[in-house]
């Protein structure tokens, strides 16, 4: 079965230091993996796509085949960074139609 | 020159009661879709629709309907509502939604339901 997992809760670091949030996936196909953000009071959006290869806002992640794995890295957090952060697995159901599957998400707390 | 928008933001009634959240996009989208955000912030999809049509339907109460009146418009009417629906309900939006390539869903604000 499909799934998303991110092991963290809660991730609680100060400013400055880097994080890394942790996202594994099971899929049996090619993934296709995104991560969204929702900060306080505000509605979810993408903050990036594995096939975009890009950086934004500071934050990377590198999809990992072997390890099933699409961490969400920031070399030095700021305070905000500070929000919800989901991890997402696009899977094309029959018929063709995409599909997100999300992680619980896990909330990033950056502290002054 | 809101994307995607809801109605209401806030939803507050009583068990029982049958209710209804209204969802538009203006971004020439031809999917959209339904989201359940529980009280643990878990994130599931609750439907899609395609150019007005359903194409998916996950397990879902059947007091959960959805309508498109048109690509532009998906809303989402509750009947008997029950303490469990308490949650915040998000709608999105894509380009397409079909095909094998994966794309940015575009989230509405939310409708943060509360059944007493």
């Known amino acids: 079965a499909q799934r998303v997992t991110q092991p963290e809760k809660l991730l609680s670091v100060f400013k400055g230091a880097p994080v890394e949030l942790k996202c594994n996936y099971s899929?049996?196909?090619?993934?296709?993996l995104f991560w969204y953000v929702q900060y306080s009071r505000q509605r979810l959006q993408l903050l990036l796509r594995?096939?975009s290869r890009e950086s934004i806002k500071g934050f990377t992640a590198d999809l990992n085949k072997g390890e099933t794995s699409f961490h969400l890295k920031k070399p030095f957090a700021q305070e905000e960074d500070s929000a919800m952060y989901y991890c997402?697995?696009?899977?094309?159901?029959?018929?063709?139609?995409?599909?997100?599957?999300f992680g619980a998400g896990t909330r990033l707390a950056v502290h002054p | 020159d809101t994307a995607v928008s809801q109605t209401p933001k806030y939803l507050v009634t009583q068990m029982g009661n049958d209710k209804s959240i209204k969802c538009e996009q203006n971004l020439g989208h031809d999917t959209m879709y339904w989201y359940k955000q529980d009280s643990k912030k878990f994130l599931k999809i609750m439907f899609s629709?395609?150019?007005?049509?359903?194409?998916i339907n996950e397990t879902v109460p059947n007091r959960f309907s959805p309508k498109s009146p048109d690509k532009a418009h998906l809303n989402l009417h509750i009947n008997s509502l029950e303490l469990g629906d308490s949650a915040v309900y998000f709608c999105a939006s894509s380009q397409d939604g079909t095909g094998y390539s994966p794309e940015t869903q575009y989230f509405g604000p939310g409708t943060r339901l509360l059944v007493l």
């Open positions: 594995h096939i």
């Open positions: 629709y395609n150019n007005k049509e359903l194409i």
């Open positions: 899929y049996s196909g090619s993934p296709e």
């Open positions: 997402a697995l696009s899977r094309v159901r029959s018929g063709g139609y995409n599909k997100l599957i």
